[in-house]
Every structure is written in structure tokens, then in C-alpha cells.
């Protein structure tokens, strides 16, 4: 596997896990929330600034044949002077970095896969690995979350490469390149490595599994999840990755990591017009980021054409 392909597997492995735990139930609490418009991009204005800003809802992987961009969004890119997404997607460029990041992934003393698994189900694990010409062993002691990514039979090392796929982000990063806006990051890649230090490694082992037995489920799954990325439906996004196992971390895995990004973006908005693309997920809800822009004090607008 050459450096190229390896450092794409880490970009994945650190940006796409939330959005590629697949679902198994979709609740909404009446009255809990006044669901949003359908739409991706959003303007955000404030008194403070004299010009807008946008965020932009993304998922991670998506096959090519799905890709789009909505109305408005090439000309909201065209009007910012600066992009930011979840973390700097420079430094995921960085062969320095993702070697320190690499222990950072790692599970904590001698525990590997084989420890946390049946004998049954890691031979489930190696026979779903070999589809995907990945061999395991170089995996065996990644914390088990990273590698749901990783339990479709079709993805595998090269599948950006290879045309079938696209990545959201490395696609808005050519655009700044492009461009020659600057770029950064709304938390560190070792932050956000971490978040996933609170899921006790047996749990996480426990939904990589059901991810891989979901079958011909976990696909329609996701299916249902481009489509409603397709609908722009950011409420149903949000609800659709608040699954059984992982609605108990939400806080952690979401609601807080959106609060700390509120005071980050209003801090990119005061140097200059910045372009944000984060998880379409962090959106929609509550506790989702453009709530939380309101709530604090920013006019927040869907961007329809």
C-alpha cells in the first residue's frame, strides 16, 4: 500500500465514523425542536460583520454517481476568502502528523481485536476485510469504531482513486486550492481522535459487528441516508445517526463538540468571510450547530438558490 493510499485510509478512518455508523432506529420527540428548512448551505450573518459567512453540510463518502453540489453553493464558495472544515485538511497532507496521530488510534496496551471478538466473529471480521483487499492485521489493534468505515464489501484501499467514490472534503479542498483561499480547522485531529477514548473498546467491538452483520439491512440503510443527504433533510440526517448504541454518547460524539465550535467559527468570521463544511449531521437538532448559531445572536439562512 503506498503512502498516498495509507494516508487516505487515515483521512477516513478520523473524518467518516460518525456518519458511517448505520442507524437502527429513527425517533423524533414531538415538540422537542421546529425542524429546519431542507438545505445543506447556510448563510450566517451578524451586526458584528460586514460580510456573511456559510456552513455547509457534508458527508463524508458518497458514491460518485450521488455527488452534487446544491443551488447557491458555488457562489457562496466564490464570496469567502477563507475555508474550514472539522479539522485542517492540510495537516491530513502531513506525513509528520499522521505519524503521531497513528498511535493516537490505537487501542492502549496489548489489546487487539482478537481479544475483544469471538473467534467466530473475528473470523467474520478477516473474511469481510478480504472482500475489501484490506488486510487485517495492519488494523488489528485501530479501535474498533474507526473501522466501520470499512464493513461495505466495495470499499477498499483506492476507492477515492478509483472514480466510484468522492470525499465532500477532499473535493472542497481542490476548490480552495483552486481558489487559493486559506483553510483550517474547526478542532485538532488529536481532539477529535479522542472523542472516541469514552466508548469502552468491547462496546465499540460490539457495533462494528452489527455493522458487518447488518447485510443487505445495514445498505438500505445507508441508502436511506444518501437519500435524505440527496433531500438536503438535515433533521432526518441528524436523527438518522442517533442509532441504539450510539444515542448514549451523543453528547460527547455531537452536542459537544458543536458548543466548542460556536465560539471557533465566530472567531474565523471576524478576520474574514469563511467557507465552513462540517458533517451534515452537526446541523440539524437541538443542540445542532445552526441552533446553536441563533442562540447565539447570528441570523442563520437556508440558501435556496
Known amino acids: 500500500m503506498n503512502i498516498k493510499k495509507y494516508n487516505l485510509l487515515i483521512l477516513i478512518l478520523i473524518t467518516g465514523f460518525i456518519l458511517s455508523c448505520k442507524a437502527t432506529k429513527t ?49 457562496a464558495f466564490d464570496e469567502t476568502e477563507n475555508v474550514v ?21 490505537m487501542m492502549r496496551g496489548d489489546t487487539s481485536l482478537k481479544d ?9 471480521l478477516q473474511q469481510n476485510f478480504k ?55 474547526l478542532e485538532t485531529i488529536e481532539y477529535q481522535v479522542s472523542v472516541l477514548d469514552s466508548i469502552p473498546y468491547k462496546e465499540q467491538a460490539k457495533m462494528l459487528m452489527e455493522s458487518i452483520n447488518a447485510g443487505e439491512e445495514g445498505k438500505s440503510q445507508m441508502k436511506e441516508l444518501v437519500d435524505q443527504y440527496k433531500q438536503q433533510n438535515i433533521n432526518a440526517l441528524h436523527q438518522s445517526i442517533k442509532s441504539d448504541d450510539i ?10 463538540r458543536n458548543q466548542n465550535w460556536i465560539p471557533v467559527i465566530k472567531e474565523y468570521m471576524s478576520k474574514k468571510p469563511t467557507f465552513f463544511a462540517v458533517g ?4 440539524g437538532g437541538k443542540d445542532g450547530v445552526i441552533n446553536l448559531l441563533k442562540k447565539n445572536g447570528f441570523k442563520v439562512t437556508p440558501v435556496m438558490d
Open 27 to 75: 425517533e423524533v420527540a414531538e415538540n422537542e425542536f421546529k425542524p429546519l428548512q431542507n438545505s445543506l448551505l447556510w448563510k450566517i450573518e451578524s451586526d458584528e460583520f460586514q460580510h456573511p459567512s456559510y456552513i455547509f453540510g457534508t458527508i463524508h463518502i458518497i458514491d460518485s454517481a450521488e455527488y452534487f453540489l446544491p443551488p447557491g453553493f458555488q457562489k
Open 85 to 105: 472544515f472539522e479539522i485542517d485538511m492540510k495537516k491530513m497532507n502531513d506525513p509528520a502528523t499522521l505519524m503521531n496521530l497513528l498511535p493516537k488510534i
Open 116 to 124: 475483544l471478538l469471538s473467534k467466530e466473529d473475528y473470523s467474520i
Open 131 to 185: 472482500k475489501s483487499g484490506i488486510p487485517l492485521f495492519l488494523f488489528e489493534k485501530v479501535k474498533p469504531l474507526f473501522l466501520t468505515m470499512f464493513t461495505e464489501g466495495d470499499i477498499a484501499p483506492g476507492f477515492i482513486q478509483s472514480g466510484k467514490y468522492k470525499s465532500y472534503e477532499m473535493e472542497i479542498m481542490d476548490m480552495a486550492k483552486e481558489q487559493n483561499k486559506s483553510t483550517g480547522g
Open 247 to 256: 444515542s448514549r454518547y451523543e453528547k460527547i460524539l455531537l452536542n459537544n
Open 280 to 283: 451534515a449531521g452537526h446541523l
